[in-house]
């Protein structure tokens, strides 16, 4: 029924020859065409119907397989990138506790042997050091290769290398700054991922991307990173069909989380890095910051469960919901609480003026992030 109608359709375009429609011709073809879109949304609907409830059967199933049968991590090789802090440097803590072998990345090396130094106390059994640039190719291909040469194998590769950039566009004065939170945040998964397909397709292994979820909420000031990891999201969604079940992708789109992020340490108007407290308040107001301890925890454990997506905290996943059924009001909440200036400065945001007057940060921000102490080396 639905391809007699699309051919009802096409026949009546066909007809329609000529400059000129007469109105009635016209109001036929419009009333032919909506009663094709209804027919479809009306077989759509249906088809819902009839694949949600076995769907969601299947998937409440093999999530509780996979809850029993996690994947034991013991021996094998995992390759973490931004490893020198952060959901990074917690997440090899994690996969140390279940006794991986570790490859951990970062430009910090002075950081990085102290996260190998206490992962190796954890319980893993091997851990090697790689000072990189994930926004180098070269930098990337080395990874692998030095993780090959080593191990002579790769299991996992979690993709966790980030940057933050934080200014109102209008306000930047070298956009070419904010380039390199593209290169690291988004090319930088890409190159690693491409170099290391070939022996996570050997040994059927995982990829776990640290995308956000500022890949779906509109957050003002953070044009270029909530772009750079939508496109995260949607690179490694296409990769699943290109992999098909040769290898698992685990996408993780983590809220505020205890980071040098969230301590404020991100890219400024001037196009470099900076740590600017206030803006801090101004980002993320009254919004509760989960300790990154429990977000590492629970993405290697969903990872080990082959779960496809990851939100932590849990809640935000919600916020999903909002920028589908009512875009328009997500919207507008997010200027008036982060955008609108309520005083002299453009930072006397309506969110910024909450956490100044209920002292709410004491309770909602992580010691680390109300007196932060990034690191430098």
């Given at each position: ?254 809220g505020w989380i205890e980071s040098e992020m969230t301590q404020g340490k991100f890219v400024g108007k001037h196009g470099e890095l900076e740590l600017d407290p206030e803006m801090r308040d101004v980002q993320i107001s009254l919004m509760p910051v989960e300790r990154v301890d429990e977000c590492a925890k629970a993405i290697v454990r969903g990872a080990c469960r082959g779960h496809r997506y990851i939100t932590e905290p849990q809640w935000f996943k919600y916020t999903y919901f909002w920028k589908v059924f009512a875009p328009e009001l997500m919207e507008y909440l997010y200027r008036i609480m982060f955008v609108t200036s309520f005083g002299p400065s453009s ?31």
């Open positions: 029924m639905i391809i007699g109608d699309f051919n009802r359709v096409i026949k009546a375009c066909d007809k329609l020859g000529g400059n000129k429609i007469d109105e009635q011709r016209a109001a036929d073809l419009k009333s032919l065409i909506l009663d094709f879109g209804l027919a479809e949304l009306s077989s759509f609907g249906n088809c819902l119907l009839f694949i949600l409830p076995p769907l969601q059967f299947i998937k409440y199933l093999v999530a509780a397989i996979n809850t029993v049968f996690s994947e034991d991590v013991s021996g094998k090789v995992v390759v973490i990138t931004g490893a020198s802090s952060g959901i990074g440097e917690h997440m090899a803590y994690e996969y140390a506790r279940r006794g991986a072998c570790l490859v951990l990345a970062a430009r910090r090396e002075k950081s990085l042997r102290e996260v190998a130094d206490r992962a190796l106390e954890l319980g893993s059994p091997d851990v090697v050091v790689v000072r990189a640039d994930v926004s180098n190719v070269d930098d990337c291909r080395r990874v692998i290769d030095q993780t090959m040469n080593h191990f002579g194998r790769l299991d996992h590769l979690v993709n966790n290398a980030g940057l933050a950039g934080v200014c109102l566009l209008e306000d930047v004065e070298d956009i070419t700054g904010f380039r390199s939170i593209m290169d690291i945040n988004f090319w930088g998964s890409v190159y690693m991922t491409r170099f290391a397909l070939p022996y996570l397709r050997n040994s059927g292994g995982r990829v776990v991307v640290l995308s956000s979820a500022a890949s779906w909420m509109p957050a003002p000031r953070m044009h270029v990173y909530n772009a750079s990891k939508a496109a995260l999201v949607q690179f490694f969604d296409t990769l699943r069909v290109e992999f098909g079940p040769d290898i698992g992708v685990t996408i993780a789109t983590p930072t006397d945001t309506l969110g910024k003026k909450l956490v100044d007057y209920s002292g709410g940060d004491r309770i909602l921000y992580p010691e680390s992030v109300r007196a932060p102490l990034p690191k430098t080396e």
